[in-house]
């Protein structure tokens, strides 16, 4: 059984002080019963004072992206054992904003993935077409050539601990989010294609993860969806009441 996940990325949004005014009142807030897992990914600059106010709540933490070393110079950048001192469980990898405005490719992402699975973080993996490729009817391609290119050889041990998240570019922070048919058939044939390049086990206790405008109307029926297991959730992370609605609705 899949537990559920809701996962709120801040991206570049929240001070500490606002990060700490944000969980505080996230915690105090309903968020329904136990059964949904969620964690919040603010800025680096907000983990420690997150992972202190978090420890012992059950909401985990995560980094919203990770260097591939261990440490050295590499100015600006944050190791995969600086997260874990943070108290994260769980770390972004290949963003779309990323991908796009940072222009990492599938080979430096791979080098990220090791990074964190050798350090015990569990990568969030983000995959998904733009607008012109959805269009064209080629999400299969755009998105099983990322997961060929991510994880080439990630051992089979290794995906226990790795989420993906399912972002289609055109429907992140736009307002316009994929039915949930729509994206429970990109869902599904990301769980078909880890069942080839690994085996049904793997790919029947992976957890995939759709975002692209999730919000409190409509994650109630993603969710609802065989193989979507959660959420990754932008803007409508940033309000905790708006978030903790979002996570009763996944419950
Ligand atoms: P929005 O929920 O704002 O569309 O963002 C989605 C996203 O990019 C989460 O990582």
Same mark, same amino acid.
């Given at each position: 059984?899949?537990?559920?996940?809701?996962?709120?990325?801040?991206?570049?949004?929240k001070?500490?002080?606002?990060?700490?005014?944000?969980?505080?009142?996230?915690?105090?807030?309903?968020?329904?019963?136990?059964?949904?897992?969620?964690?919040?990914?603010?800025?680096?600059? #907000?983990?420690?004072?997150?992972? =202190?106010?978090?420890?012992?709540?059950?909401?985990?933490?995560?980094? $919203?992206?990770? %260097?591939?070393?261990?440490?050295g110079?590499?100015t600006g950048?944050?190791?995969?054992?600086?997260?874990?001192?943070? #108290?994260?469980?769980?770390?972004?990898?290949? %963003?779309?904003? =990323?991908?796009? *405005?940072? %222009?990492?490719?599938?080979? *430096?992402?791979?080098?990220?993935?090791?990074?964190a699975?050798?350090?015990?973080?569990?990568?969030?993996?983000?995959?998904?077409e733009?607008?012109?490729? %959805?269009?064209?009817? $080629?999400?299969?391609?755009k998105?099983t050539? $990322?997961?060929?290119?991510?994880?080439?050889?990630?051992?089979p041990?290794q995906?226990?601990?790795?989420?993906?998240?399912?972002?289609p570019?055109?429907?992140? /922070?736009?307002?316009?989010?994929?039915?949930?048919e729509?994206?429970?058939?990109?869902? =599904?044939?990301?769980? #078909?294609?880890?069942?080839?390049?690994?085996?049904?086990?793997?790919?029947?206790n992976?957890?995939?993860?759709? #975002?692209?405008?999730?919000?409190?109307?409509?994650?109630?029926?993603?969710?609802?969806?065989?193989?979507i297991? /959660?959420? *990754?959730? /932008? /803007?409508?992370? *940033?309000s905790?009441?708006t978030?903790?609605?979002?996570?009763?609705?996944?419950?």
């Open positions: 059984m899949r537990q559920r996940l809701i996962a709120g990325n801040w991206k570049m949004n001070t500490p002080t606002e990060a700490e005014r944000f969980i505080r009142a996230f915690l105090a807030a309903d968020r329904g019963a136990d059964g949904v897992e969620t964690v919040l990914l603010p800025p680096f600059i #907000g983990l420690e004072l997150a992972g =202190r106010l978090l420890r012992k709540t059950g909401v985990a933490l995560g980094g $919203q992206d990770l %260097h591939f070393e261990e440490k110079a590499f950048e944050i190791s995969a054992e600086m997260l874990i001192a943070c #108290g994260c469980r769980y770390v972004l990898v290949g %963003h779309s904003e =990323r991908r796009t *405005l940072f %222009h990492e490719d599938d080979g *430096l992402l791979n080098r990220k993935l090791n990074a699975l050798a350090t015990g973080l569990s990568p969030i993996l983000c995959v998904g733009t607008l012109a490729e %959805h269009r064209e009817g $080629q999400v299969r391609e998105v050539a $990322q997961l060929c290119a991510d994880l080439d050889g990630i051992e041990a995906i226990a601990s790795v989420v993906i998240a399912y972002e570019i055109w429907a992140i /922070g736009t307002g316009e989010t994929a039915s949930p729509e994206a429970e058939g990109a869902i =599904r044939m990301i769980r #078909g294609w880890f069942s080839r390049a690994y085996d049904e086990e793997i790919a029947k992976l957890r995939i993860l759709y #975002g692209g405008s999730v919000n409190p109307e409509n994650a109630a029926a993603i969710v609802a969806q065989p193989d297991d /959660g959420a *990754l959730v /932008g /803007g409508a992370s *940033l905790p009441e978030f903790a609605r979002i996570v009763v609705q996944a419950g």
